[in-house]
Each structure stands twice: as structure tokens, then as C-alpha cells.
């Protein structure tokens, strides 16, 4: 991957093994967008008399301009021509961002869309880096070298806030035509899913399945993003899934995603039920737009998105919890999912879909507005009716939630007298997999463990006092 001529010619090296660099804050010379500013980046297909092959415009500060330790408004916009090029396209390259910059020594590329977060390191500004203009053209060449369907590209980066801000508004639109284009499609519909490696090189056993119902963790992949993908580029990331055999229409098992998980993963996992939270749920990358989190005192689920940085009310916040979820595993309790799935009529239906879901930050509330059922929109809290689990369990009595209905079930099947026989069943699993601070909150005190059908062996169990 790493051209000779090009370590010679940039004052960086480049090559995968660079991939999954991360810069400390003590470490950085500059933040660009990220949680504490903003930014997007953007691939537009325009006809090849609209691009001027390898220019690249800074608008805005550049990198020798800027003050050490500051922050930024940062937007990566890139025009593409070429003779194979079509709409679907645009996703997918876009996405290969995250991948091809993270090839260059001393710059950080996190997320995507309109949640990238990126750092420049003191070292790279020491070695020469002065411009993002350098960075632009060392990012073009490997585009072009990894995806030669690209005859022509050209690179507008920005960080004057203004125009960052306002070429947003617009980038916003073409995210929503995109996602929103998916959806009169439906599994069913369709005989083929398709799937993703691209973010193996940080999870090795993660392998996302997108379906017209199920957009991509990353939120960045539709069902036609995938598909254009696979059909251009046979050998990269993306790839065909024939369905097989429908095995559990409800939950969205099929025997062909089946086969590809266990070969996939490495055989990490054999099963994966698209529409589930609890049985054997979709693996998560590290990538996910937003994190649902179960919340066993209230048998209910939350959701935190990246931009919402205060502590949920199970006590953890996104960051505390992504840690929980990624890696690529199955993490009962936790699940990666996109903006999007919100909207799908198939949204983890085998739970109860938005009967089960409890609280929301508000943006985010608002954000997926349509997406919610009507007479459940009310019953669902923010961090404006609860912050903590005690709130949150009042709220929801309060507003006659459909998981309150679930509570006296639950307070019911605790009189049945236990046994202790089979293996350790998925429910039990993601109670035992929540964090102990958040469990027994609810109640005011203590902790409550529920065991169902379990099979639990402990040599020791130290219980300290905090
Ligand atoms: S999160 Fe999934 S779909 Fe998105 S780039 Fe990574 S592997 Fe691909």
C-alpha cells in the first residue's frame, strides 16, 4: 500500500500500519470537528468536466495558522468523476475515508458523516506538516490507488466556521435523501442481504449485515450503498449474503447470514437474529451511531447517541458504555446500532420495539421523531423527566408505559420456586453483564440479582464496601 514515492514526497509516512493510531490529548497539536466543535465530510459524484483531477482547496485556517491545543470546524468535501461512478457510490467511498486516512501517520479519523473527529499530532506538525492541502492529496492518491473507478477527485477542505456551518445544512440533506431512499424497500422484499468487514482491522470478528430494515451500525451504509459497493469493487469490504432460509421471520434469522457470520467471525459467533436485542444480537464494531443499553431494575431499554456526553440513567455515559459494546463480540446487554434502524418498521421487533424503549436523550428524541409511534412518543423520558433510575421508574408509572404492565409479570414469576438447571440463557447473561453500579438503583438501595434458569459456578465472591 505504501508507495515509496509518496512517503518521499509527504513529511509523513503512510501505510496500514498506522491504521487505529490514536492521539491523546496531551499528544495533539489540533482537534478538528469532534464532540467539542463540528464538521462532515462529503463525496459528491459530479461529471468529469466538473472536477479538476488532484486539486486541493483549504478554505478557511490552515494548520499553520492554527494555535496549538485548539479546536476547530472542520468539513472534507471531495468531488468524484469516473466513467463507472454512479449515486450509490457516494456512501461508500465517503465510508472508505475512515480506513484510508487512518493509513497516514499523525492523523486521527474517528466516526463518520457528521460525526467525524479528527487529530493532528504535535510530531506529524514537527516533522512538516503545515497544511491540510497535504494531507487532501496524500488522502486522493490512496483513494485513487485503492479504488481505481475513480478517474478524477478533487478536495475542498474548510475550517472557516462559517462556511462549515452552512455547507452542513446541505450535507445534512443528501444524508437524509440517501437513508430515506432505503426505506420502501423491506427485507422481505429482496433475496440478497449484504455484509461488512471494513472495520475487522480494530474488531476482527465484527461483521455487519445491512438489509433494506437494518442500515448499517456506522449509519453510513444503506442496503444500496452495500450493493453498489459489492458490485463495483468485488474484492474490497462489501459483500453478497444470499438469504437462505428464513429461520425466525420475527426476529430475522436467516440460515445464509448464519453461514457467512461463522465464517466471517472466525467463528466467534454462529448465529445472529437481525431484530433482536436479547438473542443473539448483532455484533458491534466500535462504530455505532448510538448505544442501547438495557435496564434490567426497569425491563426496559435506553438509547445514548455520541453526541449526548452526560451520564445516563443507568449512571454510565456513551463513552463509559462503547467500551462495553464494541469490539465486535455479541455483548448481551448492550447493542451498536445506526440513526436509521429507529425509523425501521422492523426495529428490534422481536422485543417489542418501542414498547420496550424508555428514555432517550432529548436531540435524539426529536431527531427520530418520526420514526416513534404516536402513543408511545409521550411515554418515552429524556434527561428532562429522568436522570437516575429512580426518576425514570416514576416517569414511567407516571405516563402508564407498556413496561410497567411487564413489572408485575416479573414480581409474579419471582414467587416460582427457582431451578437451577439449564445453561445460562441470553436474558440471564445481559443481566449479568450490566455494570454493578447500575444495577438495583431503582429500588433505593441494595442490589437485586435475578437468576433464570442459570447455571452459575463461583470459586469466590469479595463484596466491598464502597
Ligand atoms: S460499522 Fe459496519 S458497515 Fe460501517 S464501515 Fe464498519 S463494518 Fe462497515
Same mark, same amino acid.
Given at each position: ?20 493510531? @490514536?492521539?491523546?490529548?496531551? +499528544? ?22 466538473? *472536477? ?5 482547496? *483549504? ?59 479528527? @487529530? ?12 491540510? /492541502? ?26 472557516? %466556521? ?14 437524509? #435523501?440517501?437513508d430515506e431512499r432505503a426505506r420502501g424497500l423491506h427485507d422481505e422484499d429482496v433475496d440478497t442481504f449484504y ?8 474488531? &476482527?470478528?465484527?461483521?455487519?449485515i445491512v438489509t433494506p430494515d437494518r442500515v448499517s451500525?456506522?449509519? #453510513?451504509m444503506t442496503w444500496f450503498d452495500t450493493r453498489?459497493?459489492?458490485? *463495483?469493487? &468485488? ?8 438469504k437462505?432460509?428464513?429461520? +425466525?421471520?420475527?426476529?430475522g ?21 437481525l431484530h433482536?436485542?436479547?438473542?443473539? $444480537? ?58 436509521g434502524y429507529?425509523r425501521s418498521p422492523k ?13 432517550? $436523550? ?15 412518543? +409521550? ?6 423527566? /429522568? ?14 408505559? $407498556? ?10 414469576? %419471582? ?11 441470553? #436474558? ?6 450490566? &455494570? *454493578? ?16 434458569? /442459570?447455571?452459575?459456578?463461583? +470459586? ?7
Open positions: 500500500m505504501a508507495a515509496k514515492k509518496e512517503e518521499e514526497k509527504f513529511p509523513f509516512e503512510i501505510g496500514p500500519m498506522y491504521e487505529g493510531e @490514536r492521539i491523546r490529548e496531551k +499528544d495533539m497539536f489540533v482537534e478538528l470537528a469532534g464532540p467539542k466543535s463540528f464538521g462532515f465530510e462529503l463525496v459528491q459524484v459530479v461529471s468529469a468536466n466538473e *472536477v479538476e483531477d488532484g486539486k486541493a482547496t *483549504v478554505m478557511g485556517p490552515d494548520i499553520k495558522d492554527m494555535k496549538e491545543g485548539g479546536r476547530y470546524p472542520y468539513a472534507m468535501v471531495y468531488k468524484v468523476a469516473g466513467k463507472d461512478l454512479e449515486k450509490d457510490l457516494e456512501a461508500v467511498i465517503e465510508r472508505r475515508q475512515h480506513e484510508l486516512q487512518g493509513y497516514i501517520q499523525g492523523y486521527m479519523h474517528l466516526n463518520q458523516r457528521y460525526d467525524i473527529w479528527i @487529530r493532528i499530532s504535535k510530531d506529524a506538525v514537527k516533522k512538516g506538516l503545515t497544511s491540510l /492541502a497535504q494531507i487532501s492529496k496524500a488522502t486522493m492518491k490512496l483513494f485513487k490507488s485503492e479504488l481505481p473507478f475513480i478517474e478524477k477527485m478533487e478536495a475542498i477542505y474548510i475550517t472557516d %466556521e462559517a462556511e462549515v456551518r452552512k455547507r452542513k445544512e446541505d450535507a445534512m440533506k443528501v444524508y437524509t #435523501a440517501r455484509g461488512c468487514t471494513l472495520c475487522q482491522s480494530f474488531a &476482527p470478528t465484527n461483521v455487519c451500525l456506522c449509519g #453510513a453498489a459497493s459489492a458490485k *463495483v469493487d &468485488p474484492e474490497g469490504p462489501n459483500f453478497a449474503i444470499p437462505g432460509t428464513c429461520i +425466525d421471520a420475527v426476529g434469522e436467516y440460515s445464509g447470514i448464519n453461514e457467512r457470520a461463522v465464517q466471517l467471525s472466525g467463528g466467534a459467533f454462529s448465529r445472529v437474529k433482536s436485542f436479547f438473542e443473539y $444480537p448483532h455484533t458491534s464494531c466500535g462504530c455505532f451511531e448510538v448505544i442501547g443499553f438495557y435496564i434490567p431494575e426497569l425491563n426496559g431499554l435506553g438509547f445514548v447517541d455520541r453526541g449526548y456526553t452526560e451520564i445516563t440513567p443507568n449512571g454510565l455515559p456513551f463513552s463509559t458504555m462503547a467500551a462495553q459494546t464494541g469490539g465486535g463480540k455479541q455483548t448481551y446487554g448492550f447493542l451498536g446500532i445506526g440513526i429507529f426495529f428490534l421487533q422481536a422485543d417489542g420495539g418501542f414498547k420496550k424503549v424508555v428514555w432517550l $436523550p432529548k436531540k435524539l428524541k426529536e431527531r427520530i421523531k418520526d420514526g416513534i409511534p404516536q402513543d408511545l412518543y +409521550d411515554k418515552i423520558a429524556t434527561e428532562e423527566n /429522568a436522570t437516575d433510575l429512580a426518576s425514570l421508574k416514576k416517569f414511567l408509572e407516571e405516563k402508564s408505559h $407498556p413496561v410497567v404492565a411487564t413489572w408485575k409479570k416479573e414480581e409474579k414469576a %419471582e414467587e416460582l420456586p427457582v431451578e437451577v438447571e439449564a445453561e445460562a440463557s441470553s #436474558a440471564a447473561q445481559s443481566l449479568m453483564s450490566m &455494570p *454493578v453500579g447500575a444495577m438495583g438503583a431503582a429500588g433505593g438501595g441494595g442490589i437485586r440479582i435475578i437468576l433464570k434458569n /442459570a447455571k452459575v459456578k463461583i +470459586d469466590k465472591v469479595i463484596v466491598k464496601k464502597s
